[in-house]
C-alpha cells in the first residue's frame, strides 16, 4: 500500500514508518534488521525488554534516484536512548559512507541521550559517532541531522546534531543537552519550571532553534516536509573547513554577546527583529516561514 | 416561655462584630483585615463552610483561616465538599478545626490518610457531592460560609464567573438558615457582568489579593493516549453505546473516555452513529469534546464546573453550553449531579480496584481520595419513572424473576479500566485496599466508590463482561476473571466457565464485536495533541501552559 507523505505525521510516525516514507518508495534496504536480533546484552541484567533492532533502524536507500545511507532513532523503545548495539549501528553506517560515498547520510533523530543501563557504552558510542561525522563530512559527504519525534535530540543526541552539516526540525522537535527536568532539579523551579511546557518549548523548540540559526530548516509535522526539507539541505551543506569552524565560532560568540542577558526566548525574538514575539507559538510553518525570512542570523554558511 | 429568636440574634452579634473591619462603604473588607474578620466572626465549635470545590478554591479565605489564633478559633467543624489545599489541612494540625466532613481529596489524598491515622482529624464521613449538599439542608447547616467569586459590587452582589460550581447551593443552606457567608473575589466593581448570588445573601465582601485558584482536572492531553486504551474506547462505542442507543450520558475525568470522545467524529462517524449516541451530556467542558462538538455530534451539555482554558469557547458556543446573559458559562454542581443522577442513562468511569463482585474503589491504603460525584453518576436511581430505550433495554436484561409488567429500567453503570494500571499495578483483586484502610481507621463504613449491585458492564483490553446478563455469584465472578487479562485474578479464570459466558454473549472479545485489535491506532483520533484541539476550536480554546508543546 503507498504511503501517503503528506498525511503521515513525523511526529506520531515509527522510526520504520519514517524511513519507509521519507525515502524513494521501495528503495530502502537495512542493515541488521530485527531478524538478526542484534540485541542489547546489558538490559537482561536490569530485568527490562529489549528491541531486536535496540531502538534504531540503519540502512540503506534512495532519495530523488540519488543514493543515501539513513538512521532512525525510535524514540518509543526506552526514549530512543544510545546504548552499546544502538550507537554501534550508528557508527558503523558513518563509517560505511566514506567507502559507499552516498549523496548524504540522514540522521532521524528522536532520543532522550545516553541509555543510563550502558551509560559507558553509550558515551563511547556518542563520541565516536561525533569523530566519525567529522570524518564523514571531511570526505565531502553532507551528514543531514531531521528532528521533529517526541523525544527530541537531548543529551549526547543534542551534541551529535551540533556537528551535523545541516539540520531539519519541526515545531515538536526540540534539540538541547540538558532536559528540562535536569536543569530544574539542579537550579530550581525559579530558573527553569519543566512543568511550564510552553516555556519548555520556547526555549528548545524547533521554533527558538530556527529563528536563532540552530537549525537549517523549519518543517510542518509531515512525512513529505521533512523529505522537502532533507533533499533542499544536501544542496546547501557548507564546506567542512577551517574557514566554516571559524564563521561557527564567531556566530556562537556574537549570539552570546546579543543575546546573553536575555531571561526568556521572546526577547531573543524580539531583539533578532520579530514584530509580535508572542505570537511566534501559535504561527503554523508558512507564517513562521515569512518570519524567519525577516530576521538576520537564522541563515549562515557557519557549522 | 421559648426563644425563637435565638439563632438570629446569634447572627446578628457575629455581623455587628464583623463590621468593625470593614473598608469604608459597603460591605468590603480588605486582604489584610481577611484574619481580624474571621477571629471576630468565628465561634468556637462552629460548623464552618471553606469553599473549595472540586476546582474553584476560595485559597484567600483558606489562608486567612489558618493564619486565625488557635485560643480564639478553635474546633471548627469543617464541612466542605474539597480538600485540596495544603491550608485545608493545616488548621487540623493548629487545633482550628476537629471534625471535617467532606467528599473530595484528590490532591491531599495521602497527607489526609496520615492525618487520619495519628488521630488529628475526627472524621464524620467521606461523602458524594449530593450527599453532602443534601446534609447542609438537614444536619450539617454551616454556621459560617466561607466561598469565592470573580468579582463583587459593594452591596455584596457577586458573579462566581464559569466556575460556579458548589457556591449557590452553599449560600443557599447558610445564608437562609442564620449563617454568615463571607465570599472572597478577585474584584471589586461597580456593576457585576451577571448576579449569580444576590447581595441581600452576602454578609461581607473580602478583596482578595490575588485571583482564585483554579486546578485543570479535566484536560486530557491526546498526546498521551495510548493504543490499548483507544481500542478499549472502540469496543465501548460500538458494544455498548451503539448497542443500546446512550443519548444522555456522562463521562468520568480518564484517559479512556477522553479517547471515546476523540473517536465519535471518527470510529463513531464510520459507524454511522452521528445523532443516535452521546447527544445530551451532564459533563465538564472537557477540551477532548472539541472535535465532536465541531462535528456536529453534541446538542447540549450541563456543567458541574468550568475548565481553565475553555471559557472563550463556551461563549462561542451558547447552543451547546448554558450560559448566563453576560455570555459566559453557568455551571451548578448540584443541578449537574442531580441531572447525572437522573437523567442520564449511562454512567462511564475509570477506577483503581474492582474485586471479584465488581465492587470498585479509589481508595488505596496510603491514599484516601474521596470520591467526587462518581458514586451519583454510578448508581441506579431507584426513584427514577421515566422510561427511555437504553434504560428499558438494560432493565430487561436484569431482570431475572417477576412481572414483566413490574419490571423497572437500569441504568447502565461501566467501568473502563485497563487490566494492569499506573506502573503496572493490577485493576483486578481478591479484595479491595478500601476494607483495609476502614480497619486501620476504624471506619464503620469501607469508602466504596460503586456497588457491585450499580455495575452493568466492565470494559477491559480483554473484552466486555455484561453483568446484567449474570444469573448468580459464580457466573458474576467467571465473567470478571474473564476481562481481567494476565492479573492474577485473570488467570484464576475457569475457562469452560468463561467460554461459556462468551457463548452467551455475557463476554464479547473485540473479534465478537467485529473489532480488529490492529485497527486501534493513533490516526484514529480526530485530535492527537493540545494544538490539534486548538485548531479544531477555530482557536478559541486557550490551553494552559502545563498542556502546551509549542
Redesign the interface.
Known amino acids: 500500500m503507498a504511503i501517503d507523505r503528506d498525511a503521515l505525521s513525523w511526529y506520531e510516525a515509527s522510526a520504520r514508518q519514517r524511513v519507509d516514507a521519507l525515502l524513494d518508495t521501495g528503495s530502502f534496504a537495512e542493515f541488521l534488521g530485527p531478524e538478526e536480533r542484534r540485541m542489547s546484552p546489558h538490559l537482561p541484567l536490569f530485568d527490562l525488554p529489549r528491541a531486536f533492532d535496540d531502538g534504531v533502524v540503519v540502512g540503506r536507500g534512495r532519495l530523488d534516484g540519488r543514493p543515501v545511507l539513513v538512521a532512525a532513532q525510535e524514540g518509543r523503545f526506552m526514549g530512543g536512548a544510545f546504548g552499546e548495539v544502538h550507537g554501534a549501528k550508528l557508527v558503523g553506517l558513518l563509517r560505511a559512507a566514506r567507502e559507499i560515498k552516498p549523496a548524504a547520510v540522514l540522521i532521524l533523530f528522536d532520543t532522550g541521550g545516553v541509555r543510563l543501563q550502558e551509560a559507558n557504552a553509550g558515551e563511547t558510542a556518542i563520541a565516536e559517532t561525533m569523530r566519525a561525522i567529522a570524518e564523514v563530512r571531511a570526505d565531502g559527504v553532507p551528514v543531514i541531522g531531521l528532528i521533529g519525534g517526541r523525544a527530541g535530540a537531548y543529551g549526547g543526541g543534542g551534541l551529535i546534531a551540533g556537528t551535523c552539516s545541516r539540520l531539519a526540525v519541526s515545531e515538536g522537535g526540540r534539540i538541547s543537552v540538558s532536559g528540562p527536568e535536569v536543569i530544574e532539579t539542579n537550579k530550581g523551579a525559579e530558573e527553569f519550571d519543566s512543568r511550564d511546557r510552553a516555556l519548555v518549548w520556547r526555549t528548545m523548540g524547533g521554533k527558538h532553534r530556527r529563528l536563532t540559526g540552530g537549525a537549517d530548516a523549519f518543517c510542518a509535522d509531515s512525512v513529505s516536509a521533512f523529505r522537502e526539507a532533507a533533499r533542499a539541505l544536501i544542496g546547501r551543506a557548507p564546506a567542512f573547513d577551517l574557514a566554516t569552524l571559524e564563521a561557527e565560532h564567531a556566530r556562537l560568540r556574537n549570539r552570546l554577546e546579543e543575546f546573553g542577558d536575555c531571561r526568556d526566548a521572546t526577547e531573543v525574538w524580539a531583539r533578532l527583529g520579530v514584530n509580535d514575539p508572542d505570537a511566534v507559538p501559535a504561527m503554523d510553518a508558512r507564517a513562521f516561514d515569512e518570519t524567519v525570512a525577516g530576521v538576520g542570523g537564522a541563515n549562515h554558511d557557519a557549522r | 416561655m421559648a426563644d425563637w429568636r435565638g439563632d438570629r440574634q446569634a447572627r446578628d452579634a457575629r455581623l455587628d462584630a464583623g463590621r468593625a473591619h470593614l473598608a469604608g462603604r459597603g460591605k468590603v473588607v480588605a486582604a489584610q483585615a481577611a484574619v481580624d474578620l474571621l477571629e471576630a466572626v468565628l465561634r468556637p465549635g462552629d460548623r464552618v463552610c471553606l469553599e473549595g470545590d472540586n476546582q474553584k478554591q476560595a485559597d484567600c479565605l483558606a489562608r486567612a483561616l489558618s493564619a486565625c489564633d488557635p485560643g480564639r478559633v478553635h474546633d471548627l467543624h469543617m464541612v466542605q465538599s474539597g480538600i485540596v489545599l495544603p491550608e485545608h489541612l493545616d488548621v487540623f494540625e493548629t487545633g482550628i478545626a476537629r471534625r471535617l466532613d467532606y467528599s473530595y481529596s484528590g490532591p491531599q489524598g495521602a497527607r489526609i490518610a496520615r492525618m487520619l491515622y495519628g488521630g488529628q482529624i475526627q472524621l464524620g464521613a467521606v461523602h458524594t457531592y449530593l450527599e453532602l449538599f443534601a446534609r447542609y439542608f438537614m444536619d450539617l447547616t454551616p454556621n459560617v460560609a466561607l466561598i469565592a467569586g470573580v468579582c463583587a459590587d459593594r452591596d455584596g452582589n457577586l458573579y462566581t464567573g464559569p466556575n460556579t460550581e458548589d457556591t449557590p447551593t452553599v449560600v443557599e443552606a447558610t445564608h437562609f438558615k442564620n449563617g454568615v457567608v463571607i465570599a472572597q473575589v478577585n474584584e471589586i466593581v461597580d456593576r457585576v457582568p451577571r448576579v449569580d448570588i444576590p447581595g441581600d445573601r452576602i454578609d461581607f465582601v473580602v478583596a482578595a489579593d490575588k485571583p482564585f485558584y483554579v486546578e485543570p482536572l479535566f484536560t486530557r492531553d491526546p498526546?498521551a493516549m495510548t493504543e490499548t486504551q483507544i481500542l478499549i474506547a472502540m469496543m465501548a462505542i460500538k458494544g455498548i453505546y451503539a448497542e443500546y442507543g446512550i443519548r444522555r450520558l456522562n463521562h468520568g475525568i480518564g484517559f479512556g473516555t477522553a479517547a471515546i470522545e476523540l473517536l465519535l467524529p471518527t470510529y463513531g462517524e464510520r459507524l454511522g452513529l452521528k445523532g443516535k449516541i452521546a447527544t445530551h451530556w451532564a459533563l465538564n467542558p472537557h477540551p477532548t469534546l472539541i472535535p465532536a462538538i465541531e462535528s456536529g455530534w453534541v446538542e447540549q451539555i450541563h456543567c458541574f464546573g468550568s475548565e481553565v482554558g475553555m471559557d472563550r469557547y463556551i461563549r462561542a458556543r451558547p447552543d451547546i453550553f448554558f450560559t448566563g446573559s453576560d455570555g459566559s458559562l453557568r455551571s451548578n454542581r448540584a443541578f449537574c449531579q442531580t441531572a447525572g443522577l437522573y437523567a442520564c442513562d449511562m454512567f462511564i468511569g475509570a477506577t483503581l480496584q474492582i474485586d471479584l463482585m465488581g465492587h470498585s474503589s479509589t481508595v488505596t491504603q496510603s491514599r484516601v481520595a474521596g470520591f467526587g460525584g462518581a458514586p451519583n453518576m454510578g448508581s441506579d436511581p431507584h426513584g427514577r419513572r421515566h422510561p427511555s430505550d437504553p434504560w428499558m433495554k438494560a432493565g430487561r436484561e436484569g431482570q431475572v424473576v417477576g412481572d414483566p409488567a413490574l419490571m423497572r429500567g437500569r441504568k447502565l453503570v461501566v467501568q473502563l479500566v485497563e487490566t494492569f494500571g499506573d506502573k503496572l499495578v493490577p485493576t483486578f483483586v481478591e479484595r479491595l485496599d478500601a476494607l483495609e484502610l476502614a480497619r486501620k481507621i476504624g471506619l464503620e463504613l469501607a469508602p466504596v466508590m460503586i456497588y457491585a449491585d450499580d455495575v452493568t458492564h466492565i470494559v477491559t483490553e480483554e473484552g466486555i463482561a455484561n453483568l446484567l446478563l449474570c444469573r448468580d455469584a459464580d457466573e458474576r465472578e467467571q465473567a470478571i476473571r474473564g476481562v481481567a487479562g494476565y492479573t492474577e485474578v485473570g488467570r484464576g479464570r475457569d475457562r469452560a466457565k468463561v467460554e461459556a459466558l462468551r457463548a452467551r454473549g455475557v463476554i464479547r472479545r473485540p473479534e465478537d464485536l467485529g473489532i480488529e485489535p490492529l485497527d486501534a491506532d493513533?490516526?484514529l483520533l480526530a485530535a492527537?495533541?493540545i494544538k490539534d484541539l486548538?485548531h479544531w476550536s477555530g482557536?478559541l480554546y486557550e490551553p494552559p501552559?502545563?498542556?502546551?508543546?509549542?
Open positions: 498526546g493513533r490516526s492527537r495533541s486548538v482557536g501552559a502545563r498542556f502546551r508543546n509549542w
